[in-house]
T-cell receptor, first 116, second 112 residues
């Protein structure tokens, strides 16, 4: 099956620091990956679309200078939360689609970020 | 734009009860429809999917039928178990390169 991993699975950081979250497609190449944010007891909200080799596309209301996305290869996308604040505490989930896999997206297990 | 509406719950059932979680969608064209399940503290797991009208997705005793005429994709299970307690998300997508649109999620608690 298609597997997407995320690292770290959880992270606690101090306010003002930056945190990098990695999303890897382990057994397939994903030209497009998506980053979602999920606040407690809420649904997933799309933050941005990450395209390999080009700039990410951000959803309205998401600060591109705060949430830096890099999709350097067909198997790796990274999300960096810069100058994190407590309101950035959330569950961050990535997904990728497998070419020829139809419309199915494969989701990573998520990264829980807590900013103190 | 595309959107998904589902009953928000929480839904509390006794073990072996019948489950229905309603899901309706708004989308142009012919989206693919999905149900994902999220257990406490974990990421999303695909439960089932349907890619065209009248398709029935099924897995682990759960079923959902793609009804284009009513733009619905209701999730059903004949006899729930305690281990089914989780949050269930209905979702749609149009193409492999487009993001998923999720419903708000329905929290299910099954009591022994």
């Amino acid at each position: 099956g298609a597997v997407v991993s995320q690292h770290p699975s959880w992270v606690i950081c101090k306010s003002g620091t930056s945190v990098k979250i990695e999303c890897r497609s382990l057994d397939f190449q994903a030209t497009t990956m998506f980053w979602y944010r999920q606040f407690p007891k809420q649904s997933l909200m799309l933050m941005a679309t990450s395209n390999e080799g080009s700039k990410a596309t951000y959803e309205q209301g998401v600060e591109k200078d705060k949430f830096l996305i890099n999709h350097a290869s067909l198997t790796l996308s990274t999300l960096t939360v810069t100058s994190a604040h407590p309101e950035d505490s959330s569950f961050y989930i990535c997904s990728g689609g497998r070419p020829g896999g139809g419309n199915e997206q494969f989701f990573g297990p998520g990264t829980r970020l807590t900013v103190l | 734009g595309n959107s998904v509406t589902q009953m928000e719950g929480p839904v509390t059932l006794s073990e072996e009860a019948f489950l229905t979680i309603n899901c309706t969608y708004t989308a142009t064209g012919y989206p693919s429809l999905f149900w994902y399940v999220q257990y406490p503290g974990e990421g999303l797991q695909l439960l089932l999917k349907a890619t065209k009208a009248d398709d029935k997705g099924s897995n682990k005793g759960f079923e959902a039928t793609y009804r284009k005429e009513t733009t619905s994709f209701h999730l059903e299970k004949g006899s729930v178990q305690v281990s089914d307690s989780a949050v269930y998300f209905c979702a749609l997508t149009r193409t492999p390169t487009q993001n998923f649109v999720f419903g708000p999620g329905t929290r299910l608690s099954v009591l022994p």
